[in-house]
């Protein structure tokens, strides 16, 4: 198994571009998420899925978008790119409820700079 | 006031000390405590949890959780210089999938 997938691994982006970062799994998982993690501040929860087509939003979830196709698939959209979304991005798993039993599977991350 | 604190460190110590590190929290409806290790440039893995109060040992960590002071710690015995990481706290309620992290700690352990 590879586990969590995530791609691109680095990113620069200019102010007002737009990417998806792509994140896979395959282990069969229903939930995954999308955090970000900034420097001092712990993660940051942005959308995360119960299924596939069954997203909801985070604590962080302006200025992006995810989408949820398949059960291996969860991509997060960053539209019209700005200072702020400079972090860097986790994309995690997990085959239960966060609250209860099991544990989250979180994939390398993606280093993103938006200037 | 941030619902989990935690000590960003860094922290620094010998090999085969013993690590304490701790987080405090302000919701006390928090009932599932976690311990996550980040190696640099690396996602992070869960390392231990635990529910409600009480200790829980896994060789050479220690978890305890005291509700009453809103008060989890991670305790590392005969530490290893492949310890060296980031230590996140995490915690969240029955029912939701909102998990809060602390900052994490920088551990050194020096050879």
């Known amino acids: 198994n590879a586990g969590v997938t995530q791609t691109p691994k680095f990113r620069i982006l200019k102010i007002g571009q737009s990417m998806t970062l792509q994140c896979a799994q395959d282990m069969n998982h229903n939930y995954m998420y999308w955090y970000r993690q900034d420097p001092g501040m712990g993660l940051k929860l942005i959308y995360y899925s119960v299924g596939a087509g069954i997203t909801d939003k985070g604590e962080v979830p302006n200025g992006y978008n995810v989408s949820r196709s398949t059960t291996e698939d969860f991509p997060l959209r960053l539209e019209l790119a700005a200072p702020s979304q400079t972090s860097v991005y986790f994309c995690a798993s997990s085959p239960h409820l966060i609250a209860g039993v099991g544990e989250q599977f979180f994939g390398p991350g993606t280093r993103l700079t938006v200037l | 006031q941030k619902e989990v604190e935690q000590d960003p460190g860094p922290l620094s110590v010998p090999e085969g000390a013993i690590v304490s590190l701790n987080c405090t929290y302000s919701n006390s409806a928090f009932q599932y405590f976690m311990w996550y290790r980040q190696y640099s440039r690396k996602g992070p893995e869960l390392l231990m949890y635990?529910?409600s109060s009480g200790n829980k040992e896994d060789g050479r960590f220690t978890a305890q959780v005291d509700k009453s002071s809103k008060y989890i710690s991670l305790f590392i015995r005969d530490s290893q210089p492949s310890d060296s990481a980031t230590y996140l706290c995490a915690m969240t309620w029955g029912g939701g999938f909102k998990t809060i992290f602390g900052a994490g700690t920088r551990l050194f352990v020096k050879a």
């Open positions: 635990t529910y």
